[in-house]
């Protein structure tokens, strides 16, 4: 069953049929549409809502992150912004999918409709024009057989007529044989146009019409599975990323089962414990023995000594309940109580002490360059290094300054029992370290085990690390002399035990398997790390 055969004689319902499909093409489109604009506001609203509720940084909820539950909701918020990014993913499947795709063929199809139902008006003209010429020839015919029979009854009358002469009654058989003549002649022609009126109306309804309903019946088929692909997409679009979605909330969950309720306890006690002791029991003034009130120099019975006038400085802080007035802020801390002093201070030796560990390297790696180029000229000039090295060296006695002035607050704060690891000694890229004096030079007075100078020559640096663990390898790209002191040979494509990285000074320290040690450039070689 077709178009063209059963609907043969409905041309006006499969042209609504049709643009009715369109249509809903259109509507579908228009709804994915909004739902696509419903995604996205959505998914804003979603990221402005967890921006509202992230932490500013900077401020004090840098402290509140250490809490497990705090940075669960941070994880939360994380989660969240990622779930908005989903439903925006979404919106931007569905538009270009479904919304763009569909749009660009309901013009295509629109085309291809407007052409069919064109061919058809067109069959169906032409039908009409054969069927009035149809029409024209039978007029013709029946007017003209009209008018040859009127001839003939009044030739056979004149003939009759006894009064009527022999000359009338030829012109009047005359006239009646040519009204016949013409007559003949429409019947002829009425005949033909019948024959090619019946010959064009089989060729429409039996081949042109048929056809032209078959490929609208076909366009129409398409456009329906293109309609189900659509309806498909829909779906499919939110069942992509529905894993990744579940992946966020999973997130949300192990957020939830990260809380350690007793770590956050002992988090808030290590974040606010004061070191002061509880106070003591007030003596009793007897005014009625005359005791004078002064006499009493503290209300804590304790010795007086450092303690005793933190704790007088500090007096509003041992009663939780009364008014507190905001402290100035100082350099040493002195506004905090002595437990949260001694934590700040140590802190910040600690950070003194990795800045100072970075200008050591960067200093012995500046040192170690300056002696490459001394060696090697046509490396590079040895004199361009030394804005570096007086820079370097600056570095390193401002931050020496402030790490012994920390340490000395940190003993006054009654941290004495503390390492103070970082002004007495600087340890270097190999693990090994060098005894410094306060003012920053070298003590004459060092342990045996380590060596008193570093990277004087580059060979130096193996005497305590002759069993260092190999990091990598790598692989000879180029040929290498070696000449220079410190230095190794290599030739191209030989491989190579790797037992320190570059520190930044385009050189590798590296390890043949005989045992031979030395520093090749980094450049040289395709480095394969384990």
């Not at 129409?220 to 499919?236: I, M």
């Not at 140590?346 to 002696?371: F, R, T």
């Not at 941290?415 to 270097?428: Q, T």
Request: with cysteine.
């Amino acid at each position: 069953m077709d178009w063209g055969t059963d609907l043969w004689d409905q041309f006006e319902i499969i042209e609504k049929h049709t643009q009715w499909g369109l249509d809903l093409v259109d509507k579908y489109v228009k709804f994915v549409k909004e739902r696509t604009e419903i995604e996205q506001n959505y998914a804003k609203q979603l990221r402005n809502l967890t921006k509202k509720y992230s932490p500013k940084r900077g401020n004090k909820e840098d402290q509140e992150c250490r809490f497990t539950h705090y940075q669960s909701f941070l994880d939360i918020l994380t989660e969240m912004n990622d779930y908005a990014g989903q439903r925006e993913v979404i919106s931007e499947n569905m538009m270009m999918n479904i919304c763009v795709e569909l749009t660009k063929y309901l013009q295509e199809i629109k085309q291809e409709r407007k052409m069919y139902l064109a061919e058809g008006r067109k069959a169906q003209q032409f039908l009409d024009s054969s069927f009035k010429q149809l029409d024209s020839s039978k007029k013709r015919f029946e007017r003209e057989w009209r008018e040859a029979e009127k001839a003939a009854q009044y030739a056979e009358k004149t003939d009759q007529d006894i009064n009527a002469t022999k000359a009338d009654v030829e012109k009047a058989k005359l006239q009646a044989h040519g009204r016949m003549h013409a007559a003949e002649e429409c019947k002829n022609d009425y005949a033909s146009q019948l024959q090619k009126y019946n010959k064009d109306q089989n060729q429409y309804y039996f081949s042109e019409l048929p056809d032209i309903f078959n490929k609208l019946q076909k366009m129409d088929e398409r456009r329906v599975q293109k309609l189900a692909d659509g309806y498909n997409t829909f779906a499919e679009t939110e069942k992509r990323v529905m894993p990744i979605i579940g992946k966020c909330l999973d997130g949300i969950a192990k957020a939830a089962s990260s809380i350690n309720e007793r770590n956050d306890s002992l988090i808030l006690i290590e974040m606010h414990k004061s070191g002061f002791e509880r106070p003591g029991d007030l003596d009793f003034e007897d005014y009625s023995q005359g005791i004078n009130r002064a006499s009493s120099d503290s209300s804590l019975g304790t010795p007086k000594g450092p303690l005793e006038r933190s704790v007088g400085k500090n007096r509003n802080k041992l009663w939780p309940f009364s008014k507190k007035s905001k402290p100035t802020i100082t350099e040493d801390f002195a506004h905090l109580p002595p437990e949260q002093r001694r934590k700040k201070l140590q802190q910040k030796i600690d950070e003194l002490g990795k800045e100072l560990q970075k200008e050591v390297d960067q200093s012995e790696a500046l040192n170690k360059m300056k002696d490459v180029y001394e060696k090697n000229p046509q490396m590079g000039d040895p004199n361009s290094l030394a804005p570096q090295i007086n820079q370097t060296s600056q570095n390193m006695d401002r931050l020496r300054g402030d790490l012994q002035k920390y340490e000395s607050w940190l003993a006054e704060a009654g941290g004495r029992g503390e390492v103070s690891r970082y002004s007495s000694f600087s340890y270097n890229n190999n693990g090994s370290h060098e005894k410094y004096s306060p003012n920053g030079a070298h003590s004459d007075g060092s342990n045996p085990e380590h060596p008193q100078g570093i990277y004087a020559e580059f060979d130096d640096d193996f005497e305590d690390e002759d069993s260092a663990p190999p990091i990598g390898q790598c692989t000879a790209m180029y040929s290498f002399a070696g000449a220079s002191e410190g230095t190794i040979s290599m030739a191209e494509g030989e491989i190579f035990n790797m037992v320190e990285e570059d520190k930044g000074d385009g050189w590798t320290r590296v390890r043949r398997a005989n045992g031979d040690e030395g520093y090749i450039p980094t450049s040289y070689v395709k480095i394969h790390r384990n």
